[in-house]
Every structure is written in C-alpha cells, then in structure tokens.
C-alpha cells in the first residue's frame, strides 16, 4: 500500500490544499521521479557505482 502511495494520498485528502501548493507539491514529485529514472539508468550503465551485493 505505501509502495502505492495510498497513504500519502489519504493524508493529502485531510485537508484542504491550495492549487499554489498542489503546483508545487506536483513539481516536486515530478523532479524526483526524473532523478530517479536518471539515477538509475546511470547505474545500468555502468556510469554510477550501485548498490553493494552483500557477500556471505
């Protein structure tokens, strides 16, 4: 459900939102869902080192 974003969605309908914050909220998501897609092409690539495999 979190991975969803169900929660967030419930919280953002507690209250009343003004359309100058929702512009800016929607912003803000949209540039952290490019930096992610960056980021992780970056690491396919071989360009950005990624996560540690633990080893046993």
Request: glycine residues 6%; aromatic residues 6%; proline residues 7%.
């Amino acid at each position: 459900m979190q991975r969803e974003g169900t929660f967030r969605e419930m919280k953002r309908h507690d209250f009343y939102e003004k359309p100058s914050e929702k512009r800016v909220r929607q912003k803000a998501e949209a540039i952290r869902r490019v930096r992610k897609l960056a980021r992780k092409l970056a690491v396919r690539e071989g360009l950005l080192p990624g996560k540690p495999t633990p080893t046993r």
